[in-house]
């Protein structure tokens, strides 16, 4: 027998290594894996994740109508457990399906697209100290478990309640690393400005989860100026890249490091000042959309076209005579986080399939019960 032996501490027991393989295996015959190592299982451990919540077991927490299938609280727990979160986590998990529910863009078939589209979480307040979620130092990357977990969780449910398996009901051409776990907490500490849920009307002391569906996470190194033009600037080419332009408009999430927010804050920017310069800066010439063949729209979808195309019509920006394409409807279609270590000019911008200027999918943690 192979064993992980126990210290002598009152009610430790020695753990059959064999039997855990075996249990690890089990899971991962059965499909309810992503790839990774999953964690079994027991009705007294999920129990522990129910006693977080005043929420019944069989409510239900996120619908896909097309699949005719729903996720139940006892399911979503399920599903955390296996993806490695905590008890105490699982109040952002629910407060993340919740958000998840509000954005619903456009319909929830997106989490299907070829894309490759992925849930990403972005987590304010206090639970963010209060479990060890990171909002510093490779706030993207590995290292934490709360980040890691709670984005898995959602991931695996995806699979195991939705269906939503590579060369199955998920149709992603490439993917993104995303779809294993994308979870990261607002860094408050060193923000200049009111945090992302306070600033959509949540108070401080609320703990909430931001819920978007992304396409992909394009980092800027803009390390060389102290001009809060020239940093818009910078951000506005990455987002207006036109292979990124499907439909006619985008939506986006700026992730900013410390050092940008602080840059443009020093200025006097606020946010609303900086969605402003880069919504005036993300544009595109007409003859930059010509040259890779996508001048026009469908008219029947809205995607971009060549003007040639028999479903072609004129985008907005033609109809009003001007030459200026941008790409996001309007300020609001872009969200700004501070988010990262503050020991370089880095930040990232976000793909998002969000709304196009509405106010933000959040949803608030529920206390911790007493």
């Given at each position: 027998m192979?064993?992980l032996?126990g210290?002598?501490a009152?009610?430790e ?8 393989r ?7 015959t059965?499909?309810w ?9 027991t009705?007294s ?19 896909m109508?097309h699949?005719r ?6 399911a979503a727990?399920i599903?955390?457990a ?9 109040p ?8 998840l ?9 997106i989490?299907?697209?070829?894309t490759?589209t992925?849930?990403l ?8 100290d209060?479990i060890?979620l ?15 977990t709670?984005?898995?969780a959602?991931?695996l ?9 590579p060369h199955e ?5 490439q993917g993104?690393?995303?779809k294993?776990t ?6 408050e500490?060193?923000?200049?400005w009111?945090p992302?849920?306070v600033?959509?009307g949540?108070?401080?002391a609320d703990?909430a989860?931001t ?9 800027i ?7 809060p ?5 910078d951000l506005?080419?990455t ?6 332009l ?10 900013l ?5 602080q840059l ?12 402003q310069?880069?919504?005036e800066r993300?544009?595109n010439?007409r ?7 996508k ?8 995607w971009?076209v060549p003007a ?14 001007s ?9 609001d279609?872009?969200l700004?986080?501070?988010?990262g270590a503050?020991?370089?000019g880095v930040?990232?911008?976000?793909e998002t ?11 608030r943690?529920a206390a911790?019960?007493?």
């Amino acid at each position: 027998m192979t064993a992980l032996a126990g210290t002598g501490a009152p009610g430790e027991v020695d753990v059959d290594i064999d039997d855990v393989r075996r249990a690890l295996e089990h899971y991962a015959t059965k499909g309810w894996s992503d790839g990774l190592p999953v964690m079994p299982v027991t009705e007294s451990y999920l129990a522990e994740f129910l006693a977080t919540t005043d929420q019944d077991p069989s409510d239900v927490v996120f619908e896909m109508p097309h699949l005719r299938r729903t996720c139940t609280v006892r399911a979503a727990a399920i599903n955390a457990a296996m993806a490695g979160c905590l008890p105490e986590y699982f109040p952002v998990v629910l407060a993340a399906w919740a958000a998840l529910t509000v954005d619903g863009y456009p319909v929830r078939g997106i989490w299907q697209s070829t894309t490759g589209t992925a849930p990403l979480l972005i987590v304010n307040g206090p639970v963010r100290d209060r479990i060890g979620l990171n909002s510093r130092g490779n706030v993207f990357g590995s290292g934490f478990r709360a980040n890691a977990t709670i984005g898995r969780a959602i991931r695996l449910t995806a699979i195991n309640v939705f269906g939503l398996r590579p060369h199955e009901l998920d149709q992603a051409t490439q993917g993104t690393p995303a779809k294993y776990t994308a979870c990261i907490a607002e860094n408050e500490e060193l923000s200049p400005w009111a945090p992302l849920h306070v600033e959509h009307g949540m108070d401080p002391a609320d703990s909430a989860v931001t819920g978007m569906v992304v396409r992909s996470v394009l980092h800027i190194e803009a390390r060389h100026t102290v001009v809060p033009e020239q940093l818009a600037l910078d951000l506005a080419g990455t987002l207006s890249r036109t292979g990124a332009l499907i439909h006619e408009t985008i939506s986006g999430c700026l992730v900013l490091g410390p050092e940008h927010a602080q840059l443009f804050a020093s200025h006097g920017w606020s946010k609303a000042d900086v969605r402003q310069a880069v919504h005036e800066r993300a544009w595109n010439s007409r003859a930059d959309l010509v040259a890779v063949g996508k001048d026009a729209v469908s008219r029947s979808t809205r995607w971009r076209v060549p003007a040639e195309h028999p479903d072609a019509v004129p985008d907005r920006a033609a109809e009003a005579g001007s030459d200026r394409v941008h790409v996001l409807n309007s300020p609001d279609a872009l969200l700004v986080v501070v988010a990262g270590a503050n020991n370089a000019g880095v930040s990232a911008v976000v793909e998002t399939f969000g709304p196009r200027g509405d106010a933000p999918a959040i949803a608030r943690v529920a206390a911790p019960r007493p």
